[in-house]
């Protein structure tokens, strides 16, 4: 809507410059007024204002090593038909690692903020989408209520992000501890590399793609959670009524699932937990040599499995048994869903 309808007044510029080499706090305030953050290698900030007539009203304010930029907005009376189309924006330029702490916060207003050293940043919109590239902090927090936000081509020790019905994209990311949550928004995150990964949505999707961290919790409502090249040590999936698809999977892992299908494929040997109580279970192994101890039950489904195992139970509704030196326990229960164990060079057999 920013851009259907020109102007019918050029815009009001503001412009100033602050010679300030450190501070402790740089705070950005705004409600409609989109901020970008830009860096250069010179020393001091360069300020930028756009807006119009009756428009919002800009105030800085350097104090102790803090520096505050706020955007107000005018308290007006308009009539029924005199909507305004439009739009301010605040722009500062500033070395990348001028301050040791960041906030920023936006009504509708967009944020974009890339390139900066910190030690810790907090970004907050109500409906503003946040797009964030090449953050190097020790603490980041990301909030978009209703809009989308974006973390790409960070590192950030301790990271926590949220999003109520916004969309949240992470990519090449590198943190100790993540903690993600989303409402109804969509969660997809891809090259990451961690310690602890925690992430939960109601009703919206966990996409993951090539992670690596120690441990992982995964939850999920009423949403699907897939992931493609997942390695982690400890992993525990948890969705109420969405399906659980992961592939080349390398780690140890706790499933479970009220009423959505259960798919694991594995690239190593592992220890699984899976439970589901209407769907199905189907967990594939690429191992050539395996070492499992195997307990399958299921109350109205079925089992299937190719790999030669040394029975100790099989009935209709229960397999046990053992392949190689059965060192890790594949338990796997399914109340009225299938349950298939296979092994992928045994395909067809």
Do not use: C
């Not at 009756?54 to 505050?68: M, N, Q, V, W």
């Not at 009539?79 to 509708?108: C, D, H, M, V």
């Not at 499933?255 to 959505?260: E, F, N, T």
């Amino acid at each position: 809507m920013k851009n259907l309808l020109k102007r019918s007044a050029p815009p009001i510029i503001e412009e100033d410059t602050f010679d300030i080499d450190k501070l402790h706090y740089i705070g950005i305030s705004t409600g409609l007024t989109d901020v970008e953050v830009l860096t250069h290698e010179e020393s001091g900030i360069a300020l930028y204002f756009e807006t119009y007539v009756d428009g919002p009203a800009l105030e800085t304010e350097i104090e102790d090593g803090r520096f505050e930029v706020k955007v107000k907005e005018r308290n007006r009376n308009q009539g029924l038909f005199s909507i305004n189309f439009s739009s301010a924006r605040l722009q500062l330029t500033l070395p990348k690692a001028i301050a040791y702490n960041w906030e920023i916060r936006t009504g509708s207003g967009d944020v974009e903020i890339s390139n900066i050293i910190t030690e810790s940043i907090s970004m907050r919109t109500g409906s503003g989408d946040i797009e964030a590239i090449r953050i190097l902090s020790k603490q980041a927090q990301i909030i978009a209520s209703s809009g989308d936000l974006s973390l790409k081509d960070s590192e950030v020790e301790k990271l926590s992000f949220e999003t109520s019905s916004g969309e949240a994209k992470l990519k090449n990311i590198s943190s100790d501890v993540i903690h993600g949550s989303a409402s109804s928004g969509d969660v997809v995150v891809k090259n990451l590399h961690g310690k602890s990964l925690e992430i939960e949505t109601s009703s919206g999707e966990i996409e993951l793609e090539k992670i690596i961290v120690d441990k992982a919790s995964l939850r999920a409502n009423s949403g699907d959670i897939a992931a493609d090249h997942l390695m982690v040590e400890e992993t525990s999936v948890r969705t109420s009524s969405g399906i659980i698809d992961v592939r080349s999977f390398t780690g140890n892992v706790k499933a479970v699932s009220s009423s959505g299908d259960v798919a694991f494929s594995a690239v190593n040997e592992a220890v699984y937990d899976i439970e589901t109580s209407s769907g199905d279970i189907t967990v594939e192994l690429s191992s050539e040599q395996l070492n499992a101890t195997i307990e399958a039950r299921t109350k109205s489904g079925k089992i299937e499995t190719n790999l030669p195992l040394q029975l100790e139970r099989q009935a209709k509704d229960r397999l046990e048994g053992i392949i190689g030196s059965g060192e890790n326990p594949i338990i796997l229960k399914a109340r009225s869903g299938d349950i298939k164990i296979l092994q992928a060079n045994r395909m067809g057999r």
